[in-house]
């Protein structure tokens, strides 16, 4: 199926048969962890003699999961991230589709050490509801990194005022976070993305934790971003882009 879509008065075509999955999941088996989250766990329902396990003599499987969106997959997250009210990202999400442009980049390094992305480094950034940032180098070892205590790259405030400025309401990332691993809770980043707390952009997100396969080209995308109703400040996403064609 094809659908038709325009961007900035310009006519583009997207098959939704070539959809490209960004998503990590949820995983007992996956290593990615970021802000020491516990691991994943889940266990079979106990109750009295009945195991929720058919393995185990159960009628079906039925499992509780514990876990962290911001540590363990792949999550979209709105300002309540930030906020003294744990606003909803379910209840503020509601642009679930829109056109996206993806841009590679390889982090600058600071004297201190910091691995950065700076408002420089956007090269020909385009007018999108949404932005997606690829770090170079990419490998597919990025779905399973421990990135607790290693301070990962992150965005200078000033590459977010730029995105902003630019338009960008929903940020997608393939980093734990757009701030630095420990400032001190400035939250810089985050705080200048939302305009928090002055007047809050409600329907923005950061989606973090994402994987972008090197089959996808720098360039415009149709987003289908899927939030989990989770009535929290963040969730488990799946964000799905597929290729504009100019016609």
């Not at 106990?46 to 997959?73: A, L, T």
């Not at 992150?154 to 309401?169: A, D, H, R, S």
């Not at 952009?201 to 090197?214: G, H, I, S």
């Amino acid at each position: 199926m094809k659908v038709s879509v325009e961007h900035n008065g310009r006519p583009f075509t997207a098959d939704l048969s070539e959809g490209i999955d960004l998503s990590i999941p949820v995983s007992v088996n996956g290593k990615l962890n970021a802000y020491h989250a516990k691991p994943v766990r889940m266990e079979p329902f106990v109750m009295g003699n009945w195991i929720g396990e058919v393995k185990q003599g159960g009628s079906v499987n039925y499992r509780d999961i514990f876990f962290n969106p911001h540590g363990n997959c792949t999550h979209t997250e709105c300002v309540g991230h930030i906020s003294e009210t744990i606003y909803s990202v379910n209840r503020h999400f509601k642009q679930f589709h829109c056109v996206a442009q993806l841009i590679s980049v390889e982090p600058l390094r600071l004297d201190n050490g910091d691995a950065v992305i700076g408002p420089e480094q956007l090269v020909g950034l385009q007018q999108t509801d949404a932005v997606i940032i690829r770090t170079l180098p990419n490998t597919v070892e990025k779905r399973n990194r421990n990135y607790s205590g290693t301070n990962p790259p992150y965005l200078l405030k000033e590459t977010i005022e730029k995105l902003v400025v630019n338009g960008c309401k929903h940020l997608i990332l393939d980093l734990p976070s757009i701030d630095r691993e420990e400032d001190g809770g400035q939250l810089l980043g985050h705080k200048v993305f939302w305009n928090y707390p002055e007047n809050p952009r409600m329907d923005c997100t950061v989606t973090e934790l994402a994987f972008v396969p090197n089959a996808a080209k720098d360039g415009l995308y149709l987003l289908n971003l899927q939030v989990a109703p989770f009535e929290n400040d963040a969730a488990p996403s799946r964000p799905l882009i597929f290729p504009l064609k100019a016609v």
